[in-house]
């Protein structure tokens, strides 16, 4: 286990990286804002005749929400923890002290995010109209995954 400040150092470094991810992951839910403003992209026909700089936001976005997500949970979540004294070795314990200091809302929210971005990963584009309702639904819990991530600086900066 490494030493309070050495963890803190790396927790601080992870927390600027996952920043880089947070503001690259704002600037496209803003395009696809816009996006969504002008054609309704959630539709099968309209999705499969976007140009490729409009589908290529739609990754973007998609692989910023898995990395954002991935990255709390595989990188952050556990050394937070750690830094504020709570210990918990696996992942069941992380994620229920996480929930008790109010950096995800519910377990279950926390869950479900990752299983439609999950299947994301693994079924698009075979099925596209369940990929689009999941498209859909990531970008929807935008709000939820930014509230994640500003709880989880906002609770790192009472330790580092």
């Excluded at 490729?52 to 937070?80: C, N, T, V």
Aim: charged letters at 35%; aromatic letters at 12%; one cysteine or more.
């Amino acid at each position: 286990m490494l030493k309070i400040d050495e963890t803190k150092l790396v927790l601080k470094k992870r927390l600027d990286k996952l920043e880089s991810h947070y503001v690259a992951f704002k600037e496209y839910k803003i395009l696809i804002d816009e996006l969504i403003a002008e054609k309704n992209i959630y539709d099968q026909f309209i999705f499969n005749s976007l140009p490729p700089q409009e589908r290529a936001i739609l990754d973007a976005y998609l692989k910023r929400f898995s990395s954002i997500q991935d990255f709390l949970g595989a990188k952050i979540f556990s050394l937070l923890l750690e830094v504020s004294g709570i210990n918990s070795s696996k992942m069941s314990e992380v994620l229920y002290h996480i929930e008790k200091e109010e950096i995800i809302d519910t377990l279950e929210n926390w869950i479900e995010l990752r299983e439609v971005r999950n299947e994301l990963e693994h079924d698009y584009p075979e099925e596209l109209k369940e990929a689009l309702e999941d498209l859909k639904f990531c970008i929807e819990s935008f709000g939820k995954l930014e509230s994640y991530y500003k709880n989880a600086t906002n609770f790192a900066k009472r330790y580092i």
